[in-house]
């Protein structure tokens, strides 16, 4: 069995959990909070068995693609932080994703 964790950009997230659980997988959904453009994430955690596994993986690819956006400033909260008075264009989509071996399994 393996623990897969995705992470993915909330606009992803409903149409991804959507078909992940049309075809019987179990998703769990974790907010949380992308560094360099400050948006929105979701995490995603799945616990599949072995040879599941490239089935999800192409779920989450069809579902997160990668595309470019425009933005002209990046909030300004603490030191350090960048504040860019021009357009910029920056990638942003697609999934980050961890597969771990999950060394046991219980369902109460």
């Known amino acids: 069995m393996k623990l897969?964790?995705?992470?993915?950009?909330?606009?992803?997230?409903?149409?991804?959990i959507d078909d992940l659980t049309e075809k019987e997988f179990r998703v769990t959904k974790l907010a949380s909070t992308g560094g360099f453009l400050k948006s929105g994430n979701t995490t995603l955690l799945m616990g599949v068995e072995d040879e599941e596994v490239e089935g999800v993986l192409d779920i989450i690819e069809d579902n997160c693609k990668t595309r470019?956006?425009?933005?002209?400033?990046?909030?300004?909260?603490?030191?350090?932080?960048?504040?860019?008075?021009?357009?910029?264009?920056?990638?942003?989509?697609?999934?980050?994703?961890?597969?771990?071996?999950?060394?046991?399994?219980?369902?109460?």
């Open 4 to 16: 897969i964790i995705s992470i993915v950009q909330d606009q992803d997230a409903p149409s991804l």
């Open 68 to 108: 470019e956006i425009t933005t002209s400033l990046l909030s300004v909260t603490m030191p350090g932080d960048t504040y860019i008075p021009y357009p910029l264009d920056v990638k942003v989509g697609g999934a980050t994703i961890f597969i771990l071996d999950v060394e046991k399994h219980i369902r109460i």
